[in-house]
T-cell receptor, first 114, second 111 residues
Framework: DGGITQSPKYLFRKEGQNVTLSCEQNLNHDAMYWYRQDPGQGLRLIYYSQIVNDFQKGDIAEGYSVSREKKESFPLTVTSAQKNPTAFYLC?????????????FGDGTRLSIL | GDSVTQMEGPVTLSEEAFLTINCTYTATGYPSLFWYVQYPGEGLQLLLKATKADDKGSNKGFEATYRKETTSFHLEKGSVQVSDSAVYFCALRTGGFKTIFGAGTRLFVKA
């Protein structure tokens, strides 16, 4: 079955540490996205990518970095510069051409501070 | 810019009650409209969609009609169950590749 796999499901970060969240898709989608969700809140866009080796900042990119070396993969690094990283992180993928197609989401990674 | 406005939650209903969650949008062009559902600890799943005016999307007893004249896409279900307790997101997508999400509405259904 096609889908999006995020790992790990739970992640703990120590002070001053960078951590990387994995996102892999086998839907053959060109576009991939990272969102942050705080308790009781909606989604905020961190970064997105339309094509391999290209990505753009979303609304809250500070303290985060991404790479897109393969079509299937879009890892997110939460750097030590992100002072309040505790949140639920969602990865999504989608098409770039057809506006009637929805985004597909992974099951998320919950990041907490030790 | 494009935007989506949903009714604030939480919405608390008894089992078998009628559900309406309001959603209105602002968009240039002709967007496609979506409802997603998020169960606790999970990602978002597509619930239903409508791609043009007067289209009705439906799935699992939920329905929503694309109303261009009122720029609305309200979600309805005739008889909710405890298992429908979740957060519901209204969203739109125009010609680009980004989707605009509403803030989400949390639904609690009591037995």
């Amino acid at each position: 079955d096609g889908g999006i796999t995020q790992s790990p499901k739970y992640l703990f970060r120590k002070e001053g540490q960078n951590v990387t969240l994995s996102c892999e898709q086998n839907l053959n989608h060109d576009a991939m996205y990272w969102y942050r969700q705080d308790p009781g809140q909606g989604l905020r866009l961190i970064y997105y990518s339309q094509i391999v080796n290209d990505f753009q900042k979303g609304d809250i990119a500070e303290g985060y970095s991404v790479s897109r070396e393969k079509k299937e993969s879009f890892p997110l690094t939460v750097t030590s510069a992100q002072k309040n990283p505790t949140a639920f992180y969602l990865c999504a993928s989608g098409t770039t051409g057809e506006s009637n197609q929805p985004q597909h989401f992974g099951d998320g990674t919950r990041l907490s501070i030790l | 810019g494009d935007s989506v406005t949903q009714m604030e939650g939480p919405v608390t209903l008894s089992e078998e009650a009628f559900l309406t969650i309001n959603c209105t949008y602002t968009a240039t062009g002709y967007p496609s409209l979506f409802w997603y559902v998020q169960y606790p600890g999970e990602g978002l799943q597509l619930l239903l969609k409508a791609t043009k005016a007067d289209d009705k999307g439906s799935n699992k007893g939920f329905e929503a009609t694309y109303r261009k004249e009122t720029t609305s896409f309200h979600l309805e279900k005739g008889s909710v169950q405890v298992s429908d307790s979740a957060v519901y997101f209204c969203a739109l997508r125009t010609g680009g590749f980004k989707t605009i999400f509403g803030a989400g509405t949390r639904l609690f259904v009591k037995a």
